[in-house]
């Protein structure tokens, strides 16, 4: 029975074991080893290792090499080589070699037939790598080494670029470690890797290419300008293509040479194109001091430099200067028109040292002047606090500025010379007609307004209020002509009286809860028609009215004119006290005291800017201001002089020809007479029984009367002066040759105008 047992047993251990050595994985295949004494190239072998673990594949290597492989822990993973022909023994040798560096195996020889398995991901540097410098050294097949390169010319940290950029392209490892201060490169990385990197090292360090330097003189450019225009072109012929050749680089400050055929430099071993301008390298620099260019290039670039530079440094052909003298406007104020109509869209205009912004346009005439912080100014207040209006003392005027102003617009140089009030072009006959044509249109004479003006006190009665309701009835009695009533502190009477038309029917004004409406201290009008003369004499003869002055002034449409009347008087401003023992007048105290005086202007004034709306009407910006001395305060012992000082500013539009009647200016004065014996009227008690004391109170308003005449052309203004000679001194001093006879009734053309063609 037991010897059955052992018998089966037996059988059934034959039988299962053929069964569990299939299970086991692939077992690589057991070769005789051969002898690498003996192994020559005509023995044959088969490599057919499909998705095989990499250890068999290792094994077989050991085998057909002979060697002793010390394998890496991280050695793992799969590898595919299947050839279906046998191959020589060495050509096997090779192909597993190289099959396992493009999978990320490093074999590292460390002699004595021992090579280190290094794994994928691993730097082949932590086994022993064997340093060579010797190309002949290199050895046979894929092992990884590492080779230095001694360079006599690139530099190695260029180089260092350049390798890892071309190792990095076909998927292999690249250590590479530059060694600047030797002049080297060391570079660890398969032996038949190597042997290419050998000769590509070999043309890349090369002696450079000869250079030029030249300092090149400019006549008239800016060096400055002219090195960054070629630079920036320069830069747009090289910025997206790289320059011809492997290294651009420079060790010790000299260039290295393009991947150019060498020997005689001319233009035939070289192309330019559109993306390369230059050949290698080009160093530019200005010297600000002579204006000269320094250039360091190759001797094929400095013709094509050159030509750049003389172009830049051409002549600019400017047109013969051409002068245009100004007649009736300012040459500083058209400048910005002309630089506006010269400038294109979108440009921009270069100024000189003494430009002028085009943007800052000049108005000698502000129609809304805005007051300074630094000014004096009056809040005048209706009567119900409805509006309160600031407004300045004087109306703005504009500093004359005499200096020559120079812009540049393109190619083309505007002057505005002030002394002699002409514009002088500089640029092609184009601009030049263009610049005269504005010019022809906007250097015409302006119209002229004459401004007839009295100036007088109206004295005023307990019933009336304004002197305006005296002008009313007074041309009611003597005048038959239209009468409007207008104007304003805020211009609005016809809105405060719900009438929308600027002359007010002076019915509505007779009787006073309507006049009452209007604000308080206001500045009314009355357009009294073309007798200005008439109204003045009939005013003259009912005593009330008294003629203070009558000026006369011409001015040019929308131009400021000033008619004023005063006196100043004297204001201390300070006062300083000295000890005693000088020559000042001593004061109480043993002190002697000095005061610093300033003159205050106690004056009438008038200023008026008219336009000129059409021949029927004249839009006029008034300003009346009356100073006047309003008793005194006294200050440590000084008698300081109040000066009260009233001004109403309007608008206006009266017709050509029309007389305006401006008021609200109400002076209240009460005076106090004691008249009596001498002596007796200054007993105590008793002295008034011999004196009288008789109490005055006088209203007197301020009236100016104004007549707007317009002359539109020049036999206008004739007519004008001619009717005012025999009113001045100065009449019979006009000359007559200024203007054309009254006979001829048309408009002569301006003597400026160019000839017709």
């Not at 346009?361 to 606090?385: E, V």
Request: overall charge negative.
């Amino acid at each position: 029975m037991l010897r059955r047992l052992f018998v089966c047993s037996v059988a059934l251990l034959l039988v299962a074991a053929p069964l569990f050595a299939q299970e086991r994985g692939p077992t690589p295949r057991i070769l005789p080893r051969p002898v690498a004494s003996n192994s020559t190239s005509g023995d044959l072998v088969t490599l057919q290792f499909p998705n095989s673990d990499v250890i068999d594949v290792l094994h077989f290597y050991e085998n057909l090499t002979g060697a002793k492989l010390v394998i890496d822990n991280n050695v793992q993973g799969k590898v595919n080589i299947f050839l279906a022909q046998k191959l020589p023994r060495d050509e096997a040798v090779q192909i597993i070699e190289k099959n396992l560096a493009l999978n990320g195996f490093s074999l590292v020889p460390t002699g004595n037939d021992v090579i280190e398995v290094v794994g994928v991901n691993k730097n082949p540097r932590a086994a022993a790598v064997s340093i060579i410098s010797d190309p002949a050294d290199i050895p046979d097949g894929a092992k990884v080494i590492s080779y230095l390169f001694h360079l006599s010319y690139a530099d190695p940290q260029e180089l260092q670029g350049v390798l890892s950029q071309y190792l990095s392209g076909i998927g292999g490892q690249a250590p590479i470690l530059a060694l600047p201060k030797a002049s080297a490169l060391l570079v660890t990385q398969s032996s038949d890797v190597l042997r290419k990197l050998v000769k590509m090292v070999e043309e890349l360090d090369v002696a450079p290419a000869a250079v030029e330097s030249e300092f090149i003189k400019l006549e008239r450019a800016d060096a400055t300008k002219v090195v960054d225009m070629l630079k920036e072109i320069f830069d747009k012929g090289t910025g997206t293509t790289p320059a011809v050749g492997g290294i651009r680089g420079v060790r010790n400050g000299v260039p290295i040479p393009p991947n150019v055929p060498q020997g005689d430099e001319d233009s035939g071993n070289a192309v330019l194109s559109e993306d390369s301008l230059i050949v290698g390298k080009i160093k530019l620099e200005a010297d600000v001091r002579t204006n000269r260019i320094h250039v360091v290039t190759r001797p094929i670039n400095m013709p094509f430099v050159k030509k750049l530079i003389s172009e830049f440094d051409a002549n600019v052909e400017f047109g013969k200067p051409v002068t245009r003298p100004l007649q009736y406007v300012s040459a500083g104020d058209v400048l910005p028109v002309l630089v506006q109509a010269l400038t294109e869209p979108g440009a921009e205009n270069q100024q000189g040292q003494n430009g002028l912004n085009p943007n800052q346009q000049r108005n000698n005439q502000n129609r809304n002047p805005t007051p300074a912080p630094n000014q004096n100014t009056a809040n005048l207040n209706g009567t119900g606090g409805e509006s309160t209006l600031q407004v300045s003392e004087e109306l703005a005027t504009q500093p004359v500025d005499t200096a020559p102003q120079a812009v540049t617009v393109g190619n083309t140089k505007l002057i505005a010379d002030s002394r002699a009030n002409s514009i002088i072009v500089l640029g092609n006959a184009e601009v030049v007609v263009k610049v005269r044509m504005i010019l022809d249109q906007m250097d015409v004479k302006a119209p002229q307004v004459a401004l007839s003006t009295v100036i007088g006190e109206l004295t005023l009665n307990n019933t009336e209020e304004f002197g305006v309701d005296y002008f009313l009835q007074f041309h009611k009695n003597n005048l038959r002509h239209d009468v409007g009533v207008g104007g304003g502190i805020n211009n609005n009477i016809g809105n405060v009286l719900g009438n929308s038309q600027p002359i007010i029917d002076p019915a509505s004004l007779i009787t006073y809860p309507n006049f009452a409406l209007l604000p308080a201290g206001v500045n009314a009008y009355v357009a009294a028609g073309n007798t200005l003369s008439a109204i003045v004499k009939a005013l003259d003869a009912t005593g009330k009215f008294k003629t203070i002055s009558r000026p006369t002034v011409f001015t040019s449409n929308n131009k400021k004119a000033i008619i004023a009347s005063g006196m100043e008087i004297p204001v201390p401003v300070s006062t300083i006290n000295a000890s005693t023992g000088s020559t000042l007048p001593l004061v109480g105290g043993g002190l002697s005291q000095q005061s610093n005086i300033e003159f205050k202007k106690i004056a009438l004034q008038l200023e008026v800017v008219p336009l000129i709306n059409s021949q029927k009407e004249v839009s006029l910006d008034i300003l009346q201001k009356l100073d006047s001395v309003a008793g005194t305060t006294q200050l440590d012992g000084n008698a300081i002089p109040n000066i009260a000082t009233r001004y109403i500013k309007t608008s206006v539009s009266a017709p050509n020809g029309s007389t305006i009647v401006l008021g609200g200016l109400i002076t209240d004065e009460k005076r106090r007479n004691r008249t009596g014996f001498p002596i007796l009227d200054r007993l105590p008690l008793i002295g008034s029984f011999f004196s009288d004391t008789v109490k005055t109170k006088n209203r007197t308003e301020l009236i100016v009367l104004m007549r707007p005449e317009v002359s539109l052309t020049k036999l206008d203004l004739y007519h004008t002066r001619q009717r005012f000679e025999n009113k001045s001194h100065f009449g019979s001093e006009l000359d007559e040759d200024d203007a054309p006879l009254p006979t001829e009734g048309k408009q002569l053309p301006s003597p400026d105008l160019p000839p017709a063609k």
